[in-house]
């Protein structure tokens, strides 16, 4: 699990180039960025406003806001249980300033910002992950967030879209980490008995507990291009079977082959693909305009 | 005070109390702990074994099939250690491949359809990570028991009697009650992997163990578990049918009170029981 890589600073300089060409892709806030791709130094404006590298086509990691403004329609996303904020478990050491300092850097109050929306014109409940925010770690405030996302849509008979990007469990939050997965898992059972459809759409990167609960569970299970996506760490295999593994290992490509991935589906085109999807699940059977 | 002395340079020599999460890892690790079957032998009679997920092969890691409880017909679900290399080697160390967690399935589903409660037996250090574990959806596997056991239409009752181990422990224990054995350990991962991600450290394990509530006790005081099941000194190896016996009255007592229930109250209840975790405030 990559809970804790570290994120490239700002404003790269040639020579630190060389050294993390493998690090986490991440839009930092200066003028040029450095593809994790391709190892090249782009403006920032010419990623567009999809964050797509324009000399290799690498996508760039987005932060949850970003993603909700890229899919849902104009001004439609009303955002759920802003104020909720995890306590501590364990009594994990400086978790509690850890949280705060990732609420200020995010400006979400966790891993995930939930909440519902149109796509297209249609209603659905939202919920997109962050990787940004302890890796997208799923603990107290991820799991109810994400549960009361489905409680709501099974209410209010919608339909729900989940954006996974997270590196698992909550390591921090221990054991009431590992109950989330249950938690969640049987709050989509709910939803799946009410006869609604579930979409998921996996993104860079969807590992651990999260891809063993809700990330594996949709009607149809979309991916970005080249996402990682697995159960188990890279670095833990490698480790059990003393062996390299090959580059496409864990990828949204590998998981389409081997039958876990409905479509890979490009960035831009993704808002399309989900309005087409919910009109094919629209219980009226036409688009509900307004 | 001449018994104490007795006691201190005899019994109390041998059996040390054993009190720290780290003694209790190393309990629930020992390869002479008792493993799934020695319980299911015990407990049930009848056992008839069944293999297979239907799909793809039969994980050894995994074992189930249907017995006896006294009178009522189970089916009962374990995952398997062995006591040697061995028998390790050929139950990959208890570690199940996604078509274990798919074959456990299959047969939850089947007690479902025959009405059947559910036992299972968890012990493991966690799903295993392979290369086939991956390409055959390790995480989908476990996924999918988590969204099944939610609504199986049956009672569930799940004992970890040594290694509670993440994901991997956690496909079978979605469950009406959950118990433990005094020794066992259950937690988010190892604490040799807690200790590598957090603080880059494996080596601070014992540090890790402690801090993580991963004793029964603890998680008996946090609502994870609603049972402990008392073992000997030093652990279930040293007095196996203590353990054994005590753990079939409570089964015994256990499945005819659920039985009774109505299945709607069983899954409501079963529903809420998950429900209620996690540590927020608003």
Redesign the interface.
């Known amino acids: ?1 990559n ?2 890589k570290k994120k490239p600073l700002p404003e790269k300089t040639e020579k630190a180039k060389k050294t993390d060409s493998k690090s986490t892709p991440a839009v930092p806030d200066g003028m040029c960025v450095k593809c994790s791709g391709c190892g090249k130094t782009v403006y920032k404006k010419e990623l567009g406003e999809n964050k797509i590298c324009p000399e290799c086509f690498h996508y760039f990691r987005i932060g949850a806001k970003e993603r909700v403004k890229m899919t849902a329609d104009k001004n439609t996303f009303e955002e759920f ?1 802003k ?10 050491p400086e978790y509690e300033e850890k949280i705060k300092s990732m609420q200020e850097k995010t400006g979400i109050n966790d891993a995930v910002l939930s909440g519902k929306c149109k796509i297209g014109g249609q209603e659905t409940v939202l919920c997109v992950m962050d990787a940004g925010f302890i890796m997208g770690s799923m603990g ?2 991820v ?2 967030k994400i ?1 009361r996302a489905f409680e709501y849509a099974t209410e209010n008979k919608l339909p729900i879209i989940i954006f996974t990007a997270s590196g698992g ?1 909550r ?13 969640v ?6 939803h ?2 009410a006869g609604l459809l579930y979409v998921t759409v996996l993104t860079d990167p969807t590992t ?2 999260v ?7 949709g009607d149809i299970i979309l991916s970005e291009p080249k996402a990682l996506i ?4 890279r670095r ?2 490698e480790q ?2 003393k062996q390299k ?1 090959p580059d496409e ?2 990828s949204a490509e590998f998981l389409l082959e ?3 991935v409905d479509k890979i589906v490009e960035r831009e085109c993704l808002p399309n693909v989900l309005t087409e999807i919910l009109r094919f699940h629209n219980r009226k059977g036409r688009e509900t305009n307004e | 005070m001449y018994l104490q002395k007795y006691y201190d340079s005899t019994i109390g020599k041998v059996v040390k109390p054993m009190s720290s999460a780290s003694d209790k890892v190393k309990i629930a690790r020992k390869v002479s702990r008792p493993t799934a079957l020695e319980y299911i032998n015990h407990i049930f009679t009848g056992f008839i074994e069944l293999h297979g997920d239907r799909n793809f092969k039969d994980d050894k890691a995994v074992v189930g099939g249907i017995a006896y409880l006294n009178e009522t017909p189970v089916t009962v679900i374990g995952i398997q250690k062995g006591h040697t290399t061995e028998e390790n080697i050929e139950r990959n160390f208890g570690s199940p491949h996604p078509e274990g967690y798919r074959k456990a399935l299959r047969l939850m589903k089947q007690a479902e359809k025959f009405k059947r409660p559910i036992i299972t037996f968890v012990n493991t250090s966690g ?5 086939g ?8 596997a ?3 028991n ?3 056991m ?2 199986l239409k049956v009672p569930i009752i799940s004992v970890i009697i040594g290694e509670g181990g ?2 991997g422990a ?2 079978l224990a ?1 469950a009406d009650r959950v118990w433990m054995l005094e020794n066992s350990v ?4 190892s604490p040799e992997g ?1 200790a590598s ?2 603080w880059r450290d494996s080596s601070r394990a014992k540090e890790a163990a402690e ?4 004793t029964a006790e603890n ?1 008996l005081e ?1 609502g ?1 578990i609603d049972k402990v099941i008392k073992e000997a000194a030093g652990g279930a190896q040293n007095d196996f049918s203590f353990t054994a016996n005590l753990l079939k009255t409570r089964l015994e007592n256990e499945i005819s009170e659920l039985t009774s229930k109505d299945i709607q109250t069983l899954l409501k209840e ?2 809420d029981r ?2 209620k ?6």
């Open positions: 699990m809970l804790f249980d104020t909720m904020h995890a306590l501590n478990p364990l009594n994990y107290s405030v799991g109810e549960t469990a390591m921090q939050e221990g054991i009431v980490s590992l109950m989330q997965m249950a938690k898992s049987a709050a989509a059972a709910k799946s008995q651990g507990g891809t063993a609960s809700f990330a594996m569970l697995g159960f188990a760490g833990v295999i059990t079977i593994l290992f864990q081997h039958g876990f | 799903a295993y990570c392979g290369v574990a991956e390409e055959r959806g390790q995480g989908e476990i996924a999918r988590l969204f099944e939610a609504n993440s994901g956690l496909a979605v259950y937690s988010i991962l807690f991600i957090l801090l993580m509530k991963i998680l946090m994870v079963r529903y998950f429900r975790f996690g540590d927020f405030t608003e």
